[in-house]
């Protein structure tokens, strides 16, 4: 009693504890009548007005506690008609707003209860709307000081979180709006914002008083997934809260640091994306990453090197707030020499995605923006040797995304480095993407984030910004330009009065071009300099004199594919690149077969750089498109009858008004059938590919396992194997309809599955194509008949690349092919057998 006595407000008025025992009582034998339901609303009144004599709910102690919860537990059990309308509910609203909240749930979770549920809810809708949710929490944060039950609060949590889930069972989705997640976490907030005024009113009192509760909901919340909802409330205000006042900082720094390390993911996480700059990040976590460990993890790992679906200003803002304080600065520097070692590491090159690429990238020029020129010094060596490994990597990739992220990134760490002697620079052509990667380098001040303005407002602000000029100022500036004739000749120079000549009619000496192929050849292998412009007109007329004169082309076809693969640019043409390979093309689809093998054993041979060998792969795709199209006909048809028509007699000019208003009646009145559709008749030729797809083909993927001194596919020219790939499913996919198109699924399916675990992203998208070309080309029987243990063993394989692949274009590949394999099936099936 003694430690009772010396808590101030649980000694209760004596006349609570027998009122309370009475309505129990009265509750137990309550029957139908009027005489009844007056004695009841009598005892509910006692009650009501015992606990307001008694102080409120604050003023109960353990033992009253108990006896007003045996008491509402009562109630709750009690018939409708025991209950007094509108009495019995304000005897919920004003009880203790934990022991409330429990028992109110209870009795909408219990099928014994005498309470209807939409009765329950309802009691519910008003104990949130009068904000007894807030005062519950408080109760909770006051019992905590004085040492409450964890246990009882872990399940009072998980109430107050999973409310909406409970009433939405129950109810089966016909909840009152401020039930919805919606609705309720921000009111939920709300409320913490409530409870958080009266912990700082109770610090500026000199009382203690815990916040541990609050931060246990709000993890709670958040783990969830309800962080948009809550800390949209919550952050706002804290924003504005923490400006100047310490006491609320180390109020919002306890918040965080008191929620428990299995939540602490989503906590941190929430703030970090919910904050409008590193600087007010910083106010409200303070120096949790460096107090906490798990903090710390998701803080310097998770987010940086195990996640990458984040936003750039997430990670500016995170980021940022490693580099405002000296104790987290460590944690900058660390994190800077962490994501440079992933960025430098081959393995990790090959076997992230490129997305996530991008995002370390972002993330290192970040950091690069917050060092320090002392940090710079420390860190120069390191920074280097990671640049130039890190480099390397990514220009040996066969990705054109990949090589061009790895010459930005080493272009900024240059830069950086190197502010006074020479920088890195490479060619590469700019796009969005580069240019935020360079603005990123750019520090841009956190406190300084300006809203932007509409665009009348920021015309009136750019021009409020000019400065004023005077009015004789503008004057003299407007004469300034104004001079005489005298002062105007003496400016110029003397040469000037010299007259040019007139060359308006004078024209540029053309050409002529050569009109016979050996001519041609002459000149392009000729070594004299002073035929430069008749060799631009060679070069420029050659495929056209290819095509006219294909018998003679065909007695020199192999030395003119052989002089074009060779060629090179001897003076600046405009597009020579297209010129050379549209006449290689025109060689190649003028003499297939011959032009086909030289081209296909230069493929393989020594003494050919990496450029060239991709030019043959370029020309044989599309000869080989060339060849398998069709040539049109311009034969124009009508189908159907012909659109009808009236023939006027020619008359004078003044007749042309009643002509007008007879064919507008004509085309009033006349009801057209069928007008007709004008199309182009196709030819009836044979595909020219299906007689030389083979030479085309086979040659190319007979011998791509063989290195040689200058040329090693399987090594380290795995660009020229992806492009391999991509051109033997192109001539696959051109190859349909034709004898060997079996022959070369069954070599392509060989290739396949020899390079089906390439570490190159490039080539197991080549690899994919060719399944996909494979699919499409090969008739359904031929497969069922010569590959379909081949296929199951690639179907099983394509669905591990489908789920494990590190590359998304692989794992879109890897699915389009699946699904045609199921249309295939399909297809079998609605075939009778």
Same mark, same amino acid.
């Given at each position: 009693? *003694?430690?009772?006595?010396?808590?101030?407000?649980?000694?209760?008025?004596?006349?609570?504890?027998?009122? =309370?025992?009475?309505?129990? *009582?009265?509750?137990?034998?309550?029957?139908?009548?009027?005489? *009844?339901?007056?004695?009841?609303?009598?005892?509910?009144?006692?009650?009501?007005?015992?606990?307001?004599?008694?102080?409120?709910?604050?003023?109960?102690?353990?033992?009253?506690?108990?006896?007003?919860? *045996?008491?509402?537990?009562?109630?709750?059990?009690?018939?409708?008609?025991?209950?007094?309308?509108?009495?019995?509910?304000?005897?919920?609203?004003?009880?203790?707003?934990?022991?409330?909240?429990?028992?109110?749930?209870?009795?909408?979770?219990?099928?014994?209860?005498?309470?209807?549920?939409?009765?329950?809810?309802?009691?519910?809708?008003?104990?949130? !709307?009068?904000?007894?949710?807030?005062?519950?929490?408080?109760?909770?944060?006051?019992? +905590?000081?004085?040492?409450?039950?964890?246990?009882?609060?872990?399940?009072?949590? %998980?109430?107050?979180?999973?409310?909406?889930?409970?009433?939405? %069972?129950?109810?089966?989705?016909?909840?009152?709006?401020?039930?919805?997640?919606?609705?309720?976490?921000?009111?939920?907030?709300?409320?913490?914002?409530?409870? $958080?005024?009266?912990?700082?009113?109770?610090?500026?009192?000199?009382?203690?008083?815990?916040?541990?509760?609050?931060?246990?909901?709000?993890?709670?919340?958040?783990?969830?997934?309800? !962080?948009?909802?809550?800390?949209?409330?919550?952050?706002?205000?804290?924003?504005?809260?923490?400006?100047?006042?310490?006491?609320?900082?180390?109020?919002?720094?306890?918040?965080?640091?008191?929620?428990?390390?299995?939540?602490?993911?989503?906590?941190?996480?929430?703030?970090?994306?919910?904050?409008?700059? /590193?600087?007010?990040?910083?106010?409200?976590?303070?120096?949790?990453?460096?107090?906490?460990?798990?903090? !710390?993890?998701?803080?310097?790992?998770?987010?940086?090197?195990?996640?990458?679906?984040?936003?750039?200003?997430?990670? !500016?803002? =995170?980021?940022?707030?490693?580099?405002?304080?000296?104790?987290?600065?460590?944690?900058?520097?660390?994190?800077?020499?962490?994501?440079?070692?992933?960025?430098?590491?081959?393995?990790?090159?090959?076997?992230?995605?490129?997305?996530?690429?991008?995002?370390?990238?972002?993330?290192?020029?970040?950091?690069?923006?917050?060092?320090?020129?002392?940090?710079?010094?420390?860190?120069?060596?390191?920074?280097?040797?990671?640049?130039?490994?890190?480099?390397?990597?990514?220009?040996?990739?066969?990705?054109?995304?990949?090589?061009?992220?790895?010459?930005?990134?080493? @272009?900024?760490?240059?830069?950086?480095?190197?502010?006074?002697?020479?920088?890195?620079?490479?060619?590469?052509?700019?796009?969005?993407?580069?240019?935020?990667?360079?603005?990123?380098?750019?520090?841009?001040?956190?406190?300084?984030?300006?809203?932007? =303005?509409?665009?009348?407002?920021?015309?009136?602000?750019?021009?409020?910004?000019?400065?004023?000029?005077?009015?004789?100022?503008?004057?003299?500036?407007?004469?300034?330009?104004?001079?005489?004739?005298?002062?105007?000749?003496?400016?110029?120079?003397?040469?000037?009065?010299?007259?040019?000549?007139?060359?308006?009619?004078?024209?540029?000496?053309?050409?002529?071009?050569?009109?016979?192929?050996?001519?041609?050849?002459?000149?392009?292998?000729?070594?004299?300099?002073?035929?430069?412009?008749?060799?631009?007109?060679?070069?420029?007329?050659?495929?056209?004199?290819?095509?006219?004169?294909?018998?003679?082309?065909?007695?020199?076809?192999?030395?003119?594919?052989?002089?074009?693969?060779?060629?090179? &640019?001897?003076?600046?043409?405009?597009?020579?690149?297209?010129?050379?390979?549209?006449?290689?093309?025109?060689?190649?689809?003028?003499?297939?077969?011959?032009?086909?093998?030289?081209?296909?054993?230069?493929?393989?041979?020594?003494?050919?750089?990496?450029?060239?060998?991709?030019?043959?792969?370029?020309?044989?795709?599309?000869? /080989?498109? @060339?060849?398998?199209?069709?040539?049109? $006909?311009?034969?124009?048809?009508?189908?159907?009858?012909?659109?009808?028509?009236? +023939?006027?007699?020619?008359?004078?000019?003044?007749?042309?008004?009643?002509?007008?208003?007879?064919?507008?009646?004509?085309?009033?009145?006349?009801?057209?059938?069928?007008?007709?559709?004008?199309?182009?008749?196709?030819?009836?030729?044979? %595909?020219?590919?299906?007689?030389?797809?083979?030479?085309?083909?086979?040659?190319?993927?007979?011998?791509?396992?063989?290195?040689?001194?200058?040329?090693?596919?399987?090594?380290?020219?795995?660009?020229?194997?992806?492009?391999?790939?991509?051109?033997?499913?192109?001539?696959?996919?051109?190859?349909?309809?034709?004898?060997?198109?079996?022959?070369?699924?069954?070599?392509?399916?060989?290739?396949?599955?020899?390079?089906?675990?390439?570490?190159?992203?490039?080539?197991?998208?080549?690899?994919?194509?060719?399944?996909?070309?494979?699919?499409?080309?090969?008739?359904? &029987?031929?497969?069922?008949?010569?590959?379909?243990?081949?296929?199951?063993?690639?179907?099983?394989? =394509?669905?591990?690349?489908?789920?494990?692949?590190?590359?998304?274009?692989?794992?879109?590949?890897?699915?389009?092919?699946?699904?045609?394999?199921?249309?295939?099936?399909?297809?079998?099936?609605?075939?009778?057998?």
């Amino acid at each position: 009693m *003694a430690a009772v006595a010396e808590r101030p407000g649980l000694i209760l008025d004596p006349r609570l504890e027998p009122v =309370l025992r009475d309505a129990v *009582a009265a509750l137990g034998r309550a029957g139908a009548g009027a005489e *009844a339901e007056a004695g009841l609303a009598a005892a509910l009144g006692a009650v009501r007005a015992a606990l307001a004599a008694a102080g409120g709910p604050a003023a109960l102690g353990e033992r009253e506690r108990a006896l007003f919860g *045996a008491f509402l537990r009562s109630l709750a059990r009690a018939p409708g008609a025991a209950r007094p309308e509108g009495v019995w509910q304000r005897c919920f609203l004003e009880g203790p707003p934990g022991l409330v909240f429990c028992v109110l749930l209870e009795s909408l979770g219990s099928a014994g209860s005498g309470l209807d549920p939409r009765e329950v809810v309802g009691v519910l809708e008003q104990f949130l !709307q009068e904000g007894r949710l807030s005062a519950l929490l408080w109760e909770v944060c006051q019992q +905590q000081a004085q040492a409450g039950c964890p246990e009882l609060q872990d399940v009072l949590i %998980n109430k107050i979180v999973c409310l909406p889930e409970h009433v939405s %069972n129950k109810l089966q989705g016909k909840n009152p709006p401020v039930f919805f997640p919606q609705n309720y976490f921000p009111l939920l907030g709300d409320a913490i914002l409530q409870v $958080l005024e009266k912990i700082s009113d109770s610090l500026r009192g000199g009382l203690d008083c815990s916040i541990s509760f609050v931060s246990h909901v709000l993890g709670k919340v958040c783990i969830h997934g309800r !962080q948009k909802e809550i800390l949209g409330v919550l952050v706002p205000c804290l924003t504005d809260l923490t400006k100047s006042d310490c006491i609320w900082q180390r109020i919002c720094w306890r918040l965080v640091e008191c929620v428990p390390d299995r939540w602490m993911e989503a906590v941190v996480l929430g703030f970090v994306q919910r904050a409008p700059g /590193a600087d007010v990040l910083s106010r409200l976590l303070g120096n949790l990453v460096v107090k906490n460990k798990k903090a !710390q993890f998701v803080v310097t790992q998770k987010m940086l090197l195990l996640q990458y679906g984040h936003t750039t200003e997430v990670l !500016q803002n =995170l980021l940022g707030y490693l580099s405002l304080d000296g104790l987290r600065r460590t944690l900058l520097l660390r994190v800077l020499q962490e994501l440079l070692e992933t960025w430098s590491s081959s393995s990790a090159v090959k076997h992230s995605t490129a997305e996530q690429q991008l995002y370390i990238s972002k993330a290192i020029l970040i950091c690069l923006s917050h060092l320090k020129e002392p940090e710079i010094e420390t860190h120069r060596q390191e920074l280097l040797t990671s640049m130039m490994e890190g480099v390397k990597c990514r220009l040996d990739s066969s990705l054109p995304q990949q090589r061009r992220l790895g010459m930005v990134v080493a @272009e900024s760490i240059s830069l950086k480095i190197n502010t006074e002697g020479p920088v890195l620079k490479f060619e590469y052509e700019e796009d969005d993407e580069t240019r935020e990667l360079k603005f990123l380098l750019v520090q841009t001040p956190s406190f300084c984030n300006v809203p932007s =303005l509409p665009d009348d407002d920021r015309s009136e602000k750019a021009g409020a910004a000019l400065p004023l000029v005077p009015e004789s100022n503008e004057k003299s500036h407007a004469a300034a330009p104004v001079m005489s004739n005298e002062e105007s000749d003496t400016e110029f120079d003397s040469d000037d009065d010299l007259i040019p000549y007139d060359m308006s009619e004078d024209k540029e000496l053309k050409i002529k071009a050569p009109v016979y192929i050996r001519d041609c050849i002459e000149v392009l292998t000729g070594s004299r300099t002073e035929d430069v412009d008749k060799w631009e007109a060679t070069v420029k007329a050659l495929e056209s004199l290819v095509r006219k004169n294909p018998a003679a082309t065909r007695e020199v076809s192999v030395e003119l594919a052989k002089i074009l693969l060779h060629l090179e &640019e001897k003076t600046c043409i405009e597009g020579f690149v297209e010129l050379r390979q549209r006449a290689q093309v025109a060689v190649l689809t003028t003499d297939p077969i011959p032009v086909a093998k030289y081209l296909t054993s230069q493929f393989y041979s020594l003494n050919y750089s990496l450029r060239q060998r991709m030019d043959i792969l370029d020309v044989l795709v599309l000869a /080989a498109q @060339e060849l398998s199209c069709p040539k049109f $006909l311009g034969k124009t048809k009508h189908s159907g009858a012909q659109k009808p028509c009236i +023939q006027l007699l020619q008359g004078s000019d003044s007749s042309k008004g009643w002509r007008r208003v007879v064919d507008e009646r004509i085309k009033n009145k006349t009801r057209r059938l069928d007008k007709g559709q004008c199309h182009v008749e196709l030819a009836s030729r044979p %595909n020219e590919f299906n007689s030389v797809a083979g030479y085309f083909f086979f040659p190319l993927i007979q011998h791509f396992d063989r290195p040689l001194t200058t040329f090693d596919l399987l090594g380290e020219d795995h660009l020229v194997l992806g492009r391999l790939a991509h051109t033997l499913a192109i001539l696959m996919y051109l190859a349909v309809n034709t004898v060997a198109v079996t022959a070369m699924g069954k070599a392509l399916l060989e290739f396949v599955w020899a390079l089906r675990f390439h570490t190159d992203s490039y080539v197991r998208q080549g690899l994919l194509s060719c399944i996909s070309s494979l699919l499409l080309s090969v008739p359904t &029987e031929r497969i069922l008949a010569d590959m379909t243990e081949e296929l199951l063993e690639t179907q099983s394989w =394509l669905g591990d690349v489908m789920e494990k692949d590190p590359d998304g274009d692989c794992r879109r590949l890897a699915l389009q092919n699946l699904l045609l394999m199921e249309n295939l099936k399909k297809k079998l099936e609605v075939v009778p057998s």
